[in-house]
């Protein structure tokens, strides 16, 4: 796990890069007071640093088919959003905890926990569709707007704390942040929540989801609230859950027409895949799928079942039973491509390579660039020992997610592998930069810039991105 780092830090250099960004000339948005406080552009600039903060600070859910899932879910959502500028970026967090948060520059963190929770689609989208509403809104710019008699600094230091304190279930995570300010100023106003409530709710219903969604999702956190006692969920501290605003959720959804809202199939995959990650001993994932299929009726209960124990007898390293189960999902949705994905999975752990190849030859060719395909083909180059391949397809899709800093490392491994060496510190240097160690992305920039020889213009791209390092330290330094 990476090491958690200060979080008074990442919150003063949202200072730092802001006050460098404002000083640049930028025409306001018209109508839009906030924007005199910090520009768009400045919010884009700022959540790519706190980005790559965040992935220091915190433990990455690092499952490229829950992310590719996500990133589609949160995409499509952002279509029927009020958002202009829709180049999101979207964190998964390993905690079990229910919790999602916004940040600046279209940053979107969604603990897996909140997966593990949410029974269906409609109550993830439910979360995800307010968080997008407080993108669209700015209403982290508008609250430096209302800070008239606060300094820049507190402004932002309220800013980087909500989304910060919002992100991990650790009653440590909000130390610093209420060393700085009070425990008031990490949520938002009590409008700015009823905004992005009212909002938030039009985008989930244009993107055809239930309208109840969001009151099922309030009556889980009050029944999980309960359940836990004197210790409030993180989601709670930031997003306060008042009578007004569930009778609110409540009172919206009654004037919506009724339709037979059917649960995604892929979400309860995804779901299941979080179920066996959180459980600790797979045999219980085990018990609990089995127990699903024994009652199952339908086709897509027996279709979720028998991925669900594919997982855990994967899990168990039972990899014989796991295709067996997984095959049986196969045999009644064969065009699924979690589930084709699933397979590829298993034959990749039960080292069968052949057929582990043929199957990721085959998805990646009717789905290029897929993320999790792409990721798992490469695996398998690299185990057979076809380094330049797997260059050859994670550079393709560096190309489609060059801020993914998890296709960087995988392409600097097989670059080593192949002795590609300048390719091997170029990726190296992009990785080390995505996750914040600006230092050591210099040094490889350096060992690349020795090996280039006469090429003029991949010197100047390194000495550009060098400086952009240099910029970021500067950054860090003024806070020590």
């Known amino acids: 796990m990476r090491s958690i780092i200060s979080k008074i830090k990442i919150c003063g250099i949202f200072l730092l890069i802001c006050l460098t960004l404002e000083s640049e000339e930028e025409l306001p948005v018209i109508g839009d007071a906030s924007s005199s406080v910090i520009s768009i552009a400045s919010e884009y600039n700022l959540g790519r640093l706190y980005m790559a903060q965040l992935r220091r600070s915190l433990p990455e859910y690092l499952d490229p088919i829950t992310q590719d899932y996500a990133e589609h879910l949160v995409y499509r959502l ?4 009020e958002l202009t500028d829709r180049r999101l970026e979207i964190a998964l967090i390993d905690e079990k905890s229910i919790n999602a948060f916004a940040a600046p520059g279209g940053i979107i963190g969604i603990n897996a926990g909140l997966i593990f929770h949410a029974t269906t689609e409609g109550q993830l989208a439910s ?3 307010h968080e997008l509403a407080h993108l669209s809104q700015r209403h982290f710019a508008r609250r430096m707007q209302r800070q008239k008699d606060r300094s820049l600094a507190n ?13 991990t279930s650790n009653p440590n995570a909000l130390l610093a942040g209420q060393q700085a300010i009070t425990q008031q100023n990490l949520s938002f106003s009590r409008g700015d929540e009823q905004e ?37 969920l993180e989601f709670l501290r930031s997003h306060p859950l008042t009578k007004n605003r569930i009778a609110d959720a409540q009172s919206r959804a009654q004037g919506i027409k009724g ?3 059917r649960n995604s199939l892929d979400y309860e995959l995804i779901r299941h895949r979080t179920i066996v990650h959180f459980s600790e001993i797979p045999r219980q994932a085990i018990a609990i799928f089995e127990k699903d299929l024994n009652m199952s009726k339908s086709k897509k209960d027996k279709i979720k079942a028998n991925y669900g124990l594919s997982l855990a007898y994967s899990k168990a390293k039972r ?9 049986e999902a196969l045999k009644i949705d064969s065009e699924n491509l979690i589930l084709q994905i699933g397979l590829l999975e298993l034959h990749i752990e039960a080292e069968n390579n052949f057929e582990a190849e043929a199957l990721a030859s085959s998805l990646l060719s009717t789905n290029p660039n897929n993320y999790p395909i792409t990721m798992l083909y490469n695996k398998i180059l690299m185990n057979n020992g076809d380094y330049k391949k797997g260059e050859e397809i994670l550079r393709e899709l560096s190309l489609v997610r060059p801020n993914d800093p998890e296709v960087w490392y995988w392409l600097a491994e097989v670059q080593g592998l192949d002795k590609n060496l300048i390719g091997l510190h170029l990726s190296r240097a992009e990785y080390f930069f995505l996750t914040g160690n600006y230092e050591t992305s210099i040094k490889h920039l350096r060992m690349a810039m020795d090996l280039t020889g006469n090429n003029y213009q991949l010197t100047e791209s390194i000495h550009n991105k060098i400086e952009r390092s240099h910029k970021s330290i500067e950054a860090l330094k003024s806070l020590s």
């Open 78 to 81: 952002s279509e029927f959003s």
């Open 127 to 129: 979360v995800l569709s």
């Open 155 to 167: 402004s932002l230091m309220i800013l980087g704390s909500i989304a910060l304190a919002g992100a």
């Open 196 to 232: 992005a409530d009212r909002i938030g709710f039009k985008n989930l219903i244009s993107a055809g989801f239930d309208p109840n969604s969001t009151t099922y999702m309030f009556e889980k956190l009050q029944s999980l609230s309960r359940l836990s006692g004197s210790n409030e």
């Open 259 to 261: 339709k037979n809202y």
């Open 319 to 327: 990899h014989t039973e796991a295709l067996e189960k997984l095959r």
